[in-house]
């Protein structure tokens, strides 16, 4: 029994370490992380090296719904509510008919491929419709990339709000086609209803409940975190008892606790990361165990097609016809359409029609298993390179940053620590605001105040207390200088304008064809209404022969700076022949319309 006992211990605690040691060699050559561990649970399979045999699929899908309920309350606790006010049209699109588009899509090549009916392969392709969050996000930040704020917004809230969809989708399919309920479009539109407005209304309950509880309770800092994570299970469980979406309760959980002033809000998002990494890290190990690779080569051809065809057409055509009333120009459709890793959620759900008994049961999962390593190996591995491609890069305007943030419970204010670097702004005498004068400068292992410390000196440590929205000014002045670059000269423009000059002198200084009845506007106004949404570093308008560019945001997500480029530049030319927006497809209606009255 003991002996039992340790060597269980041994094989899970040896698989989730060697886990965590594999993601080094993932940092180094920028492979998809959850790829890694997928094939770390393959080699430990039974017809990997370690031969261990699982086929509990019971068991594979609980683990993997508590795994998944985390991870999800994570995804909304990390989403700044700005970001989601500011995606939330085209992103709750893309998760909504997003989703029903690339089902129906790719139930056509499940079809022809697999000989499956049509309800089996419009199962087949809510399986595959969605997106992989943790994947998506990791792999930017692992290729050192930082995507334009539109762009980058609609993927995080889109990759966080389409699982209850394809879940939704995937479990009335399972009921289908298992006889537990009749084919009836009212039945399945009431139960869309049900399971999207409990799970909206105990996500909204639950969330507010984690805030109160995590600051009215007065935990011992360690529970904190355990507590939210403990409730956030709760909602889960209770949504689904409920007959709501247990994954959006949870999402929408995380999303109210994430924007709201709690306790010790960096002790919960470390602890956070740490419980999802692991989350992912024994989901991943689970399915991998799961999967038996002998079985693969039967499938492999039709799981390719059907890769692809996801790949290269659902995904595309759902991206495009979701994103084309938002003005989303060519390029920023094109990477949001190439940012579709398949991952988690969609292997997961190819476990449902095994729990349920359905012919073919196991078919679905091999078929998802396989089409989740052609996207995690063909999109993960090319999401740097395509981003550049499409000019959705924001080149870093400030170096590295040396910074502390220590916690003060219930204020209102961080407190945070800089390290004064020889070329930063205020190394080079730039003064701080006044409502930065630092609380203690340390010098040379002495502490001072800030009068008698003077101007802050290389090597200097100051603590500051400062609102938390005005944190990233803060990083500006103590960063050391970014490299000068020409492509960040063509990105954000050849010099610099004032927010407040008015479109009449800028039209006076450069001959630029200003209507009159603009004159008065500033040229942040004159930005905003043209761009016709809210404003993102990179976003760009043209002005007769020249470009006006946002340059940088304020905390409040004003804007503080904007460049012109003399010249136009091709940042947002389009570079691919698709994704026509609604600009363009006017256009060409009228030009052909105009072709046929001559």
């Given at each position: 029994?003991?002996?039992?006992?340790?060597a269980?211990?041994l094989?899970?605690?040896?698989l989730?370490a060697?886990?965590?040691?594999?993601s080094?060699?993932?940092?180094?050559?920028?492979a998809?992380?959850?790829?890694?561990f997928?094939?770390?649970?393959l080699?430990?399979?039974?017809d990997?090296?370690g031969g261990l045999?699982?086929d509990?699929?019971?068991a594979?899908?609980l683990?993997?719904?508590?795994?998944?309920?985390?991870?999800?309350?994570d995804?909304?606790f990390h989403t700044?509510?700005?970001a989601f006010r500011a995606?939330?049209?085209?992103?709750m699109t893309?998760a909504?008919?997003?989703?029903f588009?690339?089902t129906a899509?790719?139930?056509?090549p499940?079809h022809?491929?697999?000989?499956?009916?049509?309800l089996e392969?419009a199962?087949m392709?809510?399986?595959a419709?969605?997106?992989?969050?943790?994947?998506v996000f990791?792999?930017l930040?692992?290729?050192?990339?930082?995507?334009?704020?539109?762009?980058r917004?609609?993927?995080e809230v889109e990759s966080g709000s389409?699982?209850?969809?394809?879940?939704?989708?995937?479990?009335?399919?399972?009921?289908?086609?298992?006889?537990?309920?009749?084919?009836s479009a009212v039945?399945?539109i009431a139960?869309?209803?049900a399971?999207?407005g409990v799970?909206a209304?105990?996500?909204?309950?639950?969330?507010?409940?984690?805030?109160?509880?995590l600051?009215?309770m007065g935990?011992?800092?360690g529970?904190q975190?355990?507590a939210?994570i403990s409730l956030a299970?709760?909602?889960f469980?209770?949504a689904?008892?409920?007959?709501?979406?247990?994954?959006?309760?949870?999402?929408?959980?995380?999303l109210v606790?994430?924007n709201?002033?709690?306790?010790?809000p960096e002790t919960?998002r470390r602890?956070?990361?740490?419980?999802?990494?692991?989350?992912?890290?024994?989901?991943f190990l689970t399915?991998g165990?799961?999967?038996t690779?002998?079985?693969?080569?039967a499938?492999a051809?039709?799981?390719?097609?059907?890769?692809?065809?996801l790949?290269l057409?659902?995904r595309?055509?759902?991206?495009?016809?979701?994103?084309?009333?938002?003005g989303?120009?060519?390029?920023?459709t094109a990477l949001v359409?190439?940012v579709?890793?398949?991952?988690?959620?969609s292997?997961?759900l190819?476990?449902?029609?095994?729990v349920?008994?359905?012919?073919h049961?196991?078919?679905?999962?091999?078929?998802a298993?396989?089409m989740?390593l052609?996207s995690l190996?063909?999109?993960?591995?090319t999401?740097?390179p395509?981003?550049?491609f499409?000019g959705?890069?924001?080149?870093?305007?400030?170096g590295?940053?040396?910074?502390?943030?220590?916690?003060?419970p219930?204020?209102?204010h961080?407190l945070v620590a800089?390290h004064v670097?020889?070329?930063s702004?205020?190394?080079?005498?730039?003064r701080l605001?006044?409502w930065?004068?630092?609380?203690?400068?340390v010098r040379?292992?002495?502490s001072?105040s800030?009068h008698?410390?003077?101007?802050?000196?290389?090597?200097?440590t100051?603590y500051?207390?400062?609102r938390?929205e005005?944190?990233?000014?803060l990083?500006?002045?103590?960063a050391?200088?970014a490299p000068?670059?020409?492509?960040d000269r063509q990105f954000f423009?050849?010099f610099a304008?004032?927010p407040a000059?008015h479109?009449r002198e800028l039209?006076?200084?450069y001959g630029?064809p200003?209507?009159?009845t603009?004159?008065e506007m500033n040229?942040?106004?004159?930005?905003?209404?043209?761009?016709?949404?809210?404003?993102?570093?990179?976003d760009r308008?043209?002005l007769g022969e020249v470009?006006l560019?946002?340059r940088a945001?304020?905390w409040?997500?004003?804007?503080?700076?904007i460049?012109?480029?003399?010249?136009?530049?091709?940042?947002?030319?389009?570079k691919?022949?698709?994704f026509q927006?609604?600009?363009?497809?006017?256009?060409?209606?009228r030009?052909?319309?105009?072709?046929?009255a001559?």
């Amino acid at each position: 029994m003991l002996d039992t006992m340790n060597a269980s211990i041994l094989i899970v605690s040896g698989l989730v370490a060697l886990s965590i040691f594999s993601s080094l060699l993932s940092f180094r050559i920028g492979a998809p992380l959850l790829l890694v561990f997928l094939c770390v649970g393959l080699i430990a399979g039974e017809d990997g090296l370690g031969g261990l045999h699982f086929d509990d699929v019971n068991a594979a899908y609980l683990i993997g719904s508590v795994a998944l309920a985390v991870i999800l309350f994570d995804s909304g606790f990390h989403t700044d509510i700005k970001a989601f006010r500011a995606a939330a049209w085209p992103a709750m699109t893309l998760a909504s008919l997003g989703v029903f588009v690339t089902t129906a899509v790719v139930a056509v090549p499940v079809h022809l491929l697999l000989h499956l009916g049509w309800l089996e392969s419009a199962l087949m392709g809510a399986i595959a419709s969605s997106t992989d969050a943790a994947a998506v996000f990791f792999l930017l930040r692992v290729g050192g990339i930082h995507v334009r704020d539109r762009v980058r917004s609609t993927l995080e809230v889109e990759s966080g709000s389409n699982d209850p969809m394809a879940i939704f989708l995937t479990l009335s399919l399972v009921a289908l086609l298992a006889g537990h309920q009749s084919v009836s479009a009212v039945r399945i539109i009431a139960e869309f209803g049900a399971q999207f407005g409990v799970g909206a209304l105990i996500g909204l309950g639950g969330g507010a409940l984690i805030v109160l509880a995590l600051n009215r309770m007065g935990f011992e800092r360690g529970l904190q975190p355990l507590a939210a994570i403990s409730l956030a299970l709760v909602v889960f469980a209770t949504a689904g008892a409920l007959h709501g979406s247990g994954f959006l309760a949870v999402y929408v959980a995380g999303l109210v606790a994430g924007n709201a002033r709690i306790n010790a809000p960096e002790t919960m998002r470390r602890f956070q990361d740490g419980i999802t990494w692991l989350a992912q890290i024994v989901m991943f190990l689970t399915l991998g165990l799961l999967a038996t690779p002998s079985e693969f080569p039967a499938f492999a051809p039709a799981a390719l097609g059907i890769a692809l065809v996801l790949i290269l057409v659902a995904r595309p055509l759902a991206v495009w016809l979701c994103l084309l009333p938002f003005g989303f120009n060519r390029n920023e459709t094109a990477l949001v359409a190439w940012v579709g890793l398949r991952g988690s959620v969609s292997v997961l759900l190819s476990i449902v029609p095994m729990v349920a008994g359905l012919p073919h049961g196991r078919d679905y999962f091999i078929v998802a298993f396989l089409m989740v390593l052609v996207s995690l190996s063909l999109q993960g591995w090319t999401i740097g390179p395509v981003a550049r491609f499409l000019g959705q890069i924001v080149p870093k305007r400030i170096g590295p940053v040396e910074r502390q943030e220590l916690e003060i419970p219930g204020a209102r204010h961080e407190l945070v620590a800089y390290h004064v670097v020889a070329d930063s702004l205020v190394a080079r005498g730039h003064r701080l605001p006044r409502w930065a004068e630092p609380s203690l400068v340390v010098r040379a292992d002495k502490s001072y105040s800030a009068h008698a410390a003077g101007h802050l000196k290389p090597g200097d440590t100051a603590y500051l207390f400062a609102r938390p929205e005005r944190v990233p000014h803060l990083d500006r002045l103590f960063a050391s200088a970014a490299p000068a670059a020409e492509a960040d000269r063509q990105f954000f423009g050849d010099f610099a304008l004032a927010p407040a000059i008015h479109m009449r002198e800028l039209a006076q200084s450069y001959g630029l064809p200003v209507p009159v009845t603009d004159f008065e506007m500033n040229v942040a106004q004159w930005l905003i209404r043209e761009l016709g949404h809210a404003p993102g570093t990179g976003d760009r308008v043209t002005l007769g022969e020249v470009e006006l560019i946002v340059r940088a945001l304020d905390w409040d997500d004003s804007i503080s700076e904007i460049g012109l480029a003399v010249e136009p530049t091709a940042i947002d030319k389009p570079k691919l022949p698709l994704f026509q927006s609604r600009a363009e497809l006017r256009g060409m209606v009228r030009r052909w319309f105009g072709k046929g009255a001559r």
